[in-house]
């Protein structure tokens, strides 16, 4: 049985930077694409950044463009997220998932998601 397990969250100041790292067993990871969502108090959960199986193709939220890197090593099943000049409106709940399509940014073509860490960006 497939598991996903985030870390690294935290609490940080505005421009700061925190690296989310996800670890996932119980399945073949390297066949999976990768993706992290966040969800805000209140808010509905979105799409923030997605890998390819191979790591070769990511796709990003608009508004995470240059800030935020995903990246993987399927040698050590770990997909991160690398944050740097962190906004207040980052704050929010991460979540990592796994699926079949990068392309995709909707939650619901995401079958396997960990328990999220959360990130809070102080002002």
């Known amino acids: 049985q497939g598991r996903l397990v985030e870390s690294g969250g935290g609490l940080v100041q505005t421009g700061g930077s925190l690296r989310l790292s996800c670890a996932a067993s119980?399945?073949?990871?390297?066949?999976?694409?990768m993706a992290w969502f966040r969800q805000a108090p209140g808010k509905e959960r979105e799409f923030v950044a997605a890998?390819?199986?191979?790591?070769?193709?990511?796709y990003y939220l608009d508004s995470v463009k240059g800030r935020f890197t995903i990246s993987r090593d399927n040698a050590k099943n770990t997909v991160y997220l690398q944050m740097n000049s962190l906004k207040p409106d980052d704050t929010a709940v991460y979540y990592c998932?796994?699926?079949?399509?990068?392309?995709?940014?909707?939650?619901?073509?995401?079958?396997?998601w960990g328990q999220g860490t959360q990130v809070t960006v102080s002002s």
């Open positions: 998932a796994a699926g079949w399509d990068a392309t995709s940014r909707s939650s619901r073509e995401y079958t396997l």
């Open positions: 119980g399945f073949t990871f390297s066949s999976y694409a």
């Open positions: 890998i390819g199986w191979r790591g070769t193709s990511s």
